[in-house]
């Protein structure tokens, strides 16, 4: 069992940057993400990370300007998020298990263990 615990989150203006947390209290998940959702959209998978080796994953929407990272010692994933946009507006959640996610890190259906989310806010 993990639960989860996301910081970090606030408002900036376009091309800045945030760094999102998210501290897991329990045991280490193997697989853990960054999902966000946007008002009126379904959620959508931005960045995933395999905790053992450090594989990374991301979203195209994404890549080259967010870095997901997990810090072993303090069983804390990290989303350092730069060049924001306002199309990056959303809440955004972490999300974890211990199973493998396969090909489809993206899938939030794979994930047993979600926080309770922290909004980011990207104005033009």
């Known amino acids: 069992r993990v639960y989860l615990v996301e910081s970090g989150g606030g408002s900036v203006q376009a091309g800045g940057s945030l760094r999102l947390s998210c501290a897991a209290f329990?045991?280490?998940?193997?697989?853990m993400a960054w999902f966000r959702q946007a008002p009126g959209k379904e959620r959508e998978g931005v960045a995933g990370?395999?905790?053992?080796?450090?594989?990374?994953f991301y979203a195209d929407s994404v890549k080259g300007r967010f870095t997901i990272s997990h810090d072993s010692g303090k069983n804390t994933l990290h989303l350092q998020m730069n060049s924001l946009q306002p199309q990056d507006t959303a809440m955004y959640y972490c999300a974890a298990d211990f199973s493998p996610f396969g090909d489809v890190w993206w899938l939030s259906e794979r994930y047993n263990y979600w926080g309770q989310g922290t909004q980011v806010t990207v104005s033009s």
């Open positions: 329990g045991y280490t998940p193997n697989y």
């Open positions: 990370i395999i905790t053992d080796d450090g594989s990374t």
